[in-house]
């Protein structure tokens, strides 16, 4: 087993964690849960996510790559964000790759280290500096939140 695909284990583990005390309405850090239907079977599914606000504006950052929200929000017109016992609908805007660059240069280098390294360790970027995670932004999604 890989590094990727052990460590894409443990975040897992974890994720089920942070759902959980989420639908006990307890909120932490910039953590929500993103609520999009399947692509395929409409059925909605759930995910802990980091909202990041960056100059007003808020995103969501791709940590992995395939992650399956990321195809689903790409196909859907609308999600729910959850945080706490707060649940409001919002729409997700890919930013083009272009304006993902300075978003992700920013979000490396104002978040703790783990942040870029999560990049590195699941393949999307070839090294934790602002720099070569904005040189990775062909192969990281960005979303800009947007009210539904």
């Known amino acids: 087993m890989t590094t990727a695909?052990?460590?894409r284990r443990m975040v897992n583990a974890g994720n089920k964690i942070v759902v959980g005390l989420q639908r006990l309405g307890v909120a932490f850090g910039p953590m929500q849960l993103l609520t999009v239907p399947g692509r395929r079977?409409?059925?909605p599914r759930t995910f802990p996510i980091a909202v990041i606000p960056i100059d007003g504006d808020r995103y969501i950052f791709q940590a992995y790559p395939k992650a399956a929200w990321v195809?689903?929000?790409r196909a859907v017109a609308e999600v729910t964000l959850t945080?706490?016992?707060r649940t409001s609908p919002a729409r997700l805007v890919e930013v083009p790759v272009e304006e993902r660059r300075p978003l992700l240069r920013r979000l490396?280098?104002?978040s703790p280290a783990s942040v870029?390294?999560?990049l590195v360790t699941t393949g999307l970027a070839d090294a934790a500096t602002p720099d070569a995670v904005a040189a990775a932004a062909e192969r990281i999604a960005v979303f800009r939140v947007e009210p539904a």
Request: glycine fraction near 16%.
């Open 5 to 7: 695909q052990t460590y």
């Open 41 to 43: 079977t409409g059925v």
């Open 71 to 73: 195809a689903n929000a």
């Open 83 to 85: 945080r706490g016992r």
């Open 108 to 110: 490396v280098a104002d």
């Open 116 to 118: 870029g390294k999560r």
